[in-house]
């Protein structure tokens, strides 16, 4: 099995401009999950996806950010708007549903907001 | 609501040294409970986990944990250390049996390995 891929690995925008992220699961993995992690923390979840049903939000994942899973695939994560403080590593998990305790994560994409 | 607490954010030890980084967890079920190691400018992979069969957990590159109920306890351990282990760990509890899915991290112990 191919791991969790995301890209890109890493990106570098200006304040204000919108980015949008991609990961693809392993295959067959039902539930995707978007952690963020900033500089000296531990990351912290975002939102989760059961196929293409997004069923959990963080209150951190503000209306300046969407996440979309459409065909209960590959997920995109945006960002609109982007401020200094969005800059931080993204990470994707997956696993295969229900019952499955492990989530298994991607590379990440480190976003840097100048 | 579930937490983590890892005392220490960084730890150094000689390399054969033992190695012991500590994660405390608060939960209102019990929990799940798991080590990840992050290498620089790498995602998370899984080093052991608890799921309420064995109290002692033996995982991947000699590390195990032991999970201790009346101490809120899941400290990670290694006999031996080898300079390989240089990472960061992330202590994490889930309550994923009570229907809560998602992961609650620890802020990290970086572990330095002295020659």
């Known amino acids: 099995d191919t791991g969790v891929s995301q890209d890109p690995r890493h990106k570098i925008t200006k304040r204000g401009q919108n980015v949008t992220f991609r990961c693809d699961p392993i295959?067959?993995?039902?539930?995707l999950y978007w952690y963020r992690q900033t500089l000296g923390q531990g990351p912290e979840f975002l939102t989760y996806?059961?196929?293409?049903?997004?069923?959990?939000k963080s209150r951190l994942l503000s209306d300046r950010f969407s996440a979309e899973r459409p065909k209960g695939s590959f997920s995109t994560l945006e960002i609109q708007r982007t401020e200094q403080g969005d800059s931080a590593m993204y990470l994707c998990?997956?696993?295969?549903?229900?019952?499955?305790?492990?989530?298994?994560f991607g590379p990440g994409t480190r976003l840097t907001v100048l | 609501a579930q937490s983590v607490t890892q005392l220490g954010s960084h730890v150094s030890v000689s390399e054969g040294a033992l190695v012991l980084l500590r994660c405390n967890y608060s939960?209102?079920?019990?929990?799940?409970l798991f080590w990840y190691v992050q290498y620089p400018n790498q995602g998370l992979q899984l080093l052991l986990k608890y799921t309420s069969a064995a109290t002692l957990v033996k995982g991947i590159n000699g590390f195990e944990a032991e999970f201790k109920k009346s101490e809120t306890s899941f400290h990670l351990t290694k006999p031996s250390a080898h300079m390989s282990d240089a990472a960061e760990y992330f202590c994490a509890v889930s309550e994923i049996n009570f229907g809560n899915e998602k992961l609650t991290f620890g802020t990290g112990t970086r572990l330095t390995i002295i020659p």
């Open positions: 998990a997956s696993n295969p549903g229900q019952g499955t305790d492990t989530q298994y």
């Open positions: 939960s209102s079920v019990p929990p799940y």
């Open positions: 295959s067959e993995h039902n539930r």
């Open positions: 996806f059961q196929n293409e049903a997004q069923l959990e």
